[in-house]
């Protein structure tokens, strides 16, 4: 059973930065596709980034040029560097593993970024 455990969340101030992690235990990832989610109460959860696991990266319009993912499958860790943050980057995020050779899809539990104006 693949377990993903996300960190690094936290306060930041407008222009500044933050990196998360998503550490998986229990399963390689080296053939999932990972994503990085977010979420505002009251609000559906929206994609922010993903990688596939020859590291085609898809980043959404509202991120991109200022968040870049990346993917250590030896550390099974994938991690997503934050720059230029923005109050509407406000949301906790979540790490998502989706297999790309058969079922399995997995979340991991969250973690607050909240971003000062």
């Known amino acids: 059973q693949l377990k993903l455990v996300e960190s690094g969340g936290g306060l930041a101030q407008t222009g500044g930065s933050l990196r998360l992690s998503c550490e998986a235990s229990?399963?390689?990832?080296?053939?999932?596709?990972i994503g990085w989610f977010r979420q505002i109460p009251g609000k559906e959860r929206e994609v922010v980034s993903c990688i596939s696991s020859d590291e085609i990266k898809y980043y959404s319009p509202s991120v991109d040029g200022r968040f870049a993912i990346s993917r250590d499958d030896l550390k099974n860790v994938v991690s997503l560097q934050m720059d230029s943050l923005k109050p509407e980057d406000t949301a906790v995020y979540y790490c998502?593993?989706?297999?790309?050779?058969?079922?399995?899809?997995?979340w991991g539990q969250g973690t607050q970024v909240t971003v000062s104006s």
């Open positions: 229990g399963v390689n990832l080296r053939y999932y596709v």
């Open positions: 998502n593993a989706d297999s790309e050779v058969g079922p399995g899809n997995y």
